[in-house]
């Protein structure tokens, strides 16, 4: 069991405030990502939880218990880092039991766990080699290994996959997610990749600058998302956003071209949201919509992407059939499907709700 409250967590470097009061709870069992762009907090916050640096604020409650004073041998907590951090000198098994024999472990039961964890990451016929003889995937399954054998209640695993090549970046992501059903433990997942985040969280924390812009399910998050910064950071292409005045019930471009919408919120100047499948392109100039450009197309067999400049100067990605190709630089019209917008304030990126 292992039920983790953050409130009010900060942390300064010197006078330099990297996170400015992050509150969340995290639930039994739970896979959550945290996911923001490089420099926002994320590393610092996982070292918080797991005890390496000292917070400057707030409280971490580790199953109802105030963690911020115990070390971080005694949180039941391991933590995988993104540079792996083997010892050279130590072979696959002795980098496994090193940290089990610091825990007091006998050695028949630092045996049986290094067998439990070297047979989970098919990492047996590997025991004897030293990191130096492993590849980039292996070294990071012996990194998972060496939590693994502390059983932790709580994983910290610090963009493990960041090292790896794009192959086998799946092949890895598939065995975490598999390894996180078969454990059951809690785990706390950080990457800058929306689509690591994406496919494996239960639950995502968007975190920008050294706060939290959102927390909620992957499906939360695309189908609803708090503000401009999670909209456009989750969801590949991006989603377009398009500046429009409220005038007689319907969305006016500057640059000419209206949309309608259904109901509007009350406010005269916002920002309009376009996912690629929220628009449709035309040949035909004039008709319902806006004009645009076409810049360039991306076929990728089951569909295209076709990137269209605006009148304004914005780029907007409209997903399409893999025939339905156009050319660079003809004139289209964009059209808007009504019920698949998001409306957000143009002074602070809120989301609006009509
Ligand atoms: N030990 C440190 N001393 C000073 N600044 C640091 C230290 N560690 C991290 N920072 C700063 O804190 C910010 C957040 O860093 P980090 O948590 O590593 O970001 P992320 O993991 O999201 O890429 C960055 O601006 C970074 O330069
Ligand atoms: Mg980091």
């Known amino acids: 069991m292992a039920q983790l409250s953050l409130r009010g967590i900060k942390k300064s470097f010197r006078n330099v405030d990297v996170l400015h009061g992050i509150d969340l709870e995290i639930g039994d069992r739970e ?8 420099g926002c907090g994320k590393s610092t916050l996982l070292r918080l939880i ?14 109802g218990k ?63 080699r030293k990191p130096r003889e492993l590849s980039g995937g292996q070294r990071q399954r012996v990194a998972i290994g060496r939590a693994l054998v502390r059983k932790p209640q709580v994983f910290l695993l610090d963009e493990p996959l960041s090292n790896l090549d794009a192959a086998l970046r799946s092949d890895v992501r598939l065995e975490i997610a598999r ?27 968007v975190m920008n600058a050294g706060r939290i812009e959102q927390v909620g399910s992957p499906r939360d998050l695309y189908e609803t998302p708090a503000n401009t910064f999670v909209a456009t950071f989750i969801g590949s292409p991006r ?36 996912r690629s499948d929220a628009v449709k392109l035309d040949r035909e100039a004039g008709g319902e919509g806006f004009a645009g450009q076409v810049v360039y197309t991306e076929y990728l067999g089951d569909n295209a992407y076709v990137y269209v400049r605006l009148a304004d100067g914005t780029l907007l ?26 409306l957000f304030s143009a002074e602070d990126g809120r989301r609006l709700v009509p």
């Open 31 to 38: 896979f959550v990502v945290f996911v923001g762009p490089s």
């Open 50 to 63: 797991a005890g390496l640096d000292p917070m400057s604020g707030g409280d971490f409650l580790l199953n």
């Open 66 to 128: 105030r963690m911020n004073d115990v070390p971080p041998s005694r949180r039941g907590i391991a933590m995988v880092f993104q540079s792996y951090a083997l010892y050279p000198h130590m072979d696959v098994y002795e980098n496994m039991a090193f940290g089990a024999r610091l825990m007091g472990l006998d050695k028949a039961e630092v045996e049986a766990r290094i067998a439990e964890a070297a047979r989970m990451l098919r990492l047996e016929p590997l025991l004897l």
């Open 179 to 205: 390894l996180h059903r078969q454990i059951g433990g809690t785990m706390i997942y950080v990457t800058h990749d929306q689509v690591e985040a994406m496919t494996l969280a239960d639950k995502i924390v």
């Open 239 to 274: 989603m377009t956003l398009v500046d429009v005045k409220c005038e007689g019930g319907r969305l006016v471009l500057p640059e000419g071209g209206s949309v309608h919408v259904g109901a509007l919120p009350q406010v005269s100047e916002l920002k309009l949201g376009l």
């Open 317 to 342: 990605a409209a997903r399409t059939g893999p025939d339905d190709l156009f050319e660079p630089d003809h004139m289209v019209t964009v059209s808007v499907e009504p019920g698949s917008v998001h």
